[in-house]
Nanobody
Framework: QLQLVESGGGLVQPGGSLRLSCAASGSTLDYYAIGWFRQAPGKEREGVSCISNSGVDSVYATSVNGRFTIARDNAKNTVYLQMNSLKTEDAAVYYC?????????????????????????WGQGTQVTVSS
């Protein structure tokens, strides 16, 4: 059973940086596109970024484009989210998930915008707090 574990969250000042990790166990990630989502208190879970199975293709939400970078290391079964120039509005619990709830041929690729109902095997999340 594929399980994802997010890590790397924490408290950072506005303008600071964090790198989140999404590590998989129980199976390999290399067939799938992987998405990052976030959920702030009282808000819907929203898509942040996605990376295709090979790492060639990636998409970003408009709100993070140019500040966040997604990457993956299939040898380490891990996906990363580098977050720079953080803003208070980036504060949320960040989750990673596998794009599995689509026909198999599409599971390798990202959609834009990200649709959370297309994703499965959600991790438990990691808290990102941006505050001075």
């Amino acid at each position: 059973q594929l399980q994802l574990v997010e890590s790397g969250g924490g408290l950072v000042q506005p303008g600071g940086s964090l790198r989140l990790s999404c590590a998989a166990s129980g199976s390999t990630l290399d067939y799938y596109a992987i998405g990052w989502f976030r959920q702030a208190p009282g808000k819907e879970r929203e898509g942040v970024s996605c990376i295709s199975n090979s790492g060639v293709d990636s998409v970003y939400a408009t709100s993070v484009n140019g500040r966040f970078t997604i990457a993956r290391d299939n040898a380490k079964n891990t996906v990363y989210l580098q977050m720079n120039s953080l803003k208070t509005e980036d504060a949320a619990v960040y989750y990673c998930a596998v794009r599995r709830n689509v026909p198999r041929i599409f599971q390798q690729w990202c959609s834009s915008p990200l649709r959370k109902n297309e994703y499965d095997n959600w991790g438990q999340g990691t808290q990102v707090t941006v505050s001075s």
